[in-house]
């Protein structure tokens, strides 16, 4: 059964990576046609202001069919004003949102906002977190903000921006810091925000789980731990273990992506970010290297490994 809520892509990165130049080019890709955006800034999207006719302080219909929104911090009011007016006929209809953050955020909050609310999760689902990292600067800006490691480290997809001005042995030492940072995000390279939709569509396919890291290892403050399941345990139960770990470890777990095989012989994957578990998806298959197992991204030695790796019948 298709999933009838609104998805939703996640743009970030740190400040003047290529976010706005990345959604003024989706925004005209078929695949985004009439799809709403939320930004942090009036005009941050950088669509020509005559273009925009004003509804109300916090949402605007575009010519183009889209919709803009003035976040200032104010997440679930938004997410639930746009999906209340859509669902009055206030504003076009739209079969995608996207949000673009602010350079110095971090995407944690707006995922648990996602989740959370039972509105907003019953209207959106996250569609996949997509973050842009400048071709030219990305090397200091990892060196220097802490911001722009977690955002590389949360991501579904990493997208290099402004390869044409980098030389090519750059481009490809930043791409494997990036990979060393966040083994389970897809690295693509782009010019001119010119990212192919397939790059951003489905970012987070539970469908297609990744193969784990060839070892845990430590780069840039970024730890990523890799630990073996136990196995045959009901999919609620593994949930309920990873929800636990997950709000025990008080955020520092940046990124979770499990794949176990439970007690009714399917395969089930589980995510997290931050301290936010969320729902288990059954999944038809996945590397034979990653069933059992989880890949733990995270700015510290996680504590409570245990609550993972310990069949129930020891834990009693």
Known sequence: MSDPRIPVTLITGFLGAGKSTLLN????????????????EFGAVGIDAALVKGVDETVVTLATGCVCCAMRGEMITALRDLHFRRVKGEVPEFGRLAIETTGVA???PIVATLLRDPVVAAAYRLD????????EHGDVQLDDHAEARAQAAIADRLL?????????????????????INPLADVWPMTMGDAPAAAILGAFDAARPRSAPAASGHRDGILTRDVFLPGGESADAVARRIALFLALSGGRILRLKAIARCDDGALWAFHGVRHVAYPAVEI?????????????????????????????????
């Open 128 to 135: 996949g977190i997509v973050a842009v990292v400048d071709g």
């Open 284 to 316: 038809e298959d996945c590397p034979g290297d990653m069933e059992n197992r989880a890949v733990l991204i995270s700015e510290t030695e996680p504590d409570g490994l245990e609550l993972l790796t310990t069949p129930a019948s020891a834990a009693v």
């Open 160 to 180: 290099i921006s402004k390869t044409d001005r980098a030389a090519p042995e750059a481009i490809a030492a930043l791409a494997a810091r990036l990979a060393a």
């Open 25 to 40: 080019r989706l925004l005209r890709d078929p695949a985004f046609r009439g799809a709403a955006v939320l930004v942090n």
């Open 106 to 108: 971090d995407p944690g």
